[in-house]
């Protein structure tokens, strides 16, 4: 197995099934939140393929969670898509985003880092307010940071988690998206991060796949709310991705070798297939598209 999921043309037809890493894995358990730095095969985030076409030219975009996986992917592609990024994520992973910091700034675009807890409501507003103030202003925001971590039992789901979970994957949401909405002119984009796990929960994400669920109504009814405002809002729900989140108590480790390979295309996505779906809800491509939820899921496909 190679080292890197690496494709060196994400845009050339080729089998999906063969385009990046199959089980097995190793097993590679890591603290949470976790690096992609350390992870074998290394995530492909699009940093040798990822081609932007100038589809978010100007734009000045807040991305949560960008220091690796999805997020990570996201900054990449947004920054050759012609926007700038300030990228959120917790101290512990300066390493994974300084390689980010150093992508974006290669793109020609700018890097501005606000690490910080999000599971704080003060933290949330002021992340908010200085990312705004950095980039001269605010018409993407990207929630991508969460928080997975794989419990059996009811019994074991301790109060201190749930509560953590909501905190960082649903509160945090609605302390960012009330303190951007203001912010934000017409033809802005929120697009925010849910999963297959609000449709198909695992018996072992009991309190994560409550507020993936949330994160869909949350969306659809803001949506809804700031449609007048010329903004729109939509949700990609990912299915198994390789990433830190994964291998650092996402799943139980003795998951880990066999993430994805009961799915229709055999293998987990890499973030670098998530990007594109973030770009396009992101640009004014999808200007009729606001309330949506986008699933990428390797052929499990949302109800
Ligand atoms: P990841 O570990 O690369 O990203 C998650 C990020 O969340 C971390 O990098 C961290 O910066 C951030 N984070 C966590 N707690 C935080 C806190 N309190 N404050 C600030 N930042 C915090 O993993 P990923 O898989 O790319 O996850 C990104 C999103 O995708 C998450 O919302 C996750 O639920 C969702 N998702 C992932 C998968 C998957 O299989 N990997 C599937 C469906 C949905
Ligand atoms: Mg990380």
Redesign the pocket.
Known sequence: MTNVATTKNQFAMQDPLEQYPQPEFDKQPQSE??L?QEMSPKPDHGEESYQGFGRLAGRKALI?????????ATAIAFAREGADIVL???ES?EK?AQEVVELIEAAGQKAVTLP????EESFCKTLVEQGHKALGGLDILVN?????QAVEDIEDLTTEQFDQTF???VY?LFWICKAAVPLLPPGATIIN?????AYQPSPNLLD?AST?STIVAFTKSLAKQVAAKGIRANVV??????????I?G?QPTEKIPNLGAKLPLKR??Q?AELAPIYVLLASQESSYVTGEVYGVTGGNPLP
């Open positions: 939140p976790g992609a949560t969670g960008a220091d690796s996986g999805i997020g990570r959120n994520y917790l992973e994974d910080g807890d999000i599971s991508v940071a969460g928080k997975q905190k960082t994957n945090a991060t849910s999963s297959i796990q994560y993936k729900a990912p299915g198994p991705v390789w990433t830190p989140l994964q650092s996402g987990p996505g973030p």
